[in-house]
């Protein structure tokens, strides 16, 4: 019986790459990110001469963090800093969620149009911070 060559190394070719595939290590799909902290702008509230601004934390690592504290800065509808200030997170606990309340006197929350975090002012254990996400659920955008 003959066979033909290109027949042939075809198969072998298959083959080889079907032996390659099961002996190759497993790589992590490009959409799982790896697990971080997150800050979301939950909820705004007027209250008479201030804001009160909710966060939700959420710590997706499997460590502890002490404290996270950010530095914030807050753009008028003009797009002007309106007021920079700390924002005190607390502790977040591995795998856990935590909602955070903050009152910032001297500002309308009709007239606040941005939020940025501008940075991690401290964070417990020491570079704790380094993969935070932020996000907002309300009309004032969440920058980063």
Known sequence: ?????PALCGALMLAA???LAQ???AEAAPDQAAPAVSVELNAIHPRDGACQFVLVGQNGTEADIDRLVLEAVLF??????A???L??????????MRVRSFEIGGITCEGVSR???NGVSSCEPEGCGAAIEARSVTPIEVLQ
């Open 1 to 5: 019986m003959a066979v033909r060559f």
């Open 17 to 19: 790459q079907s032996a």
């Open 23 to 25: 002996s190759a290590p």
């Open 76 to 81: 008028d509808t003009e797009g002007r800093v």
């Open 83 to 85: 007021t920079m200030t």
């Open 87 to 96: 924002l005190d997170l607390q502790d977040l606990p591995a795998g856990r």
């Open 115 to 117: 939020l940025l975090i």
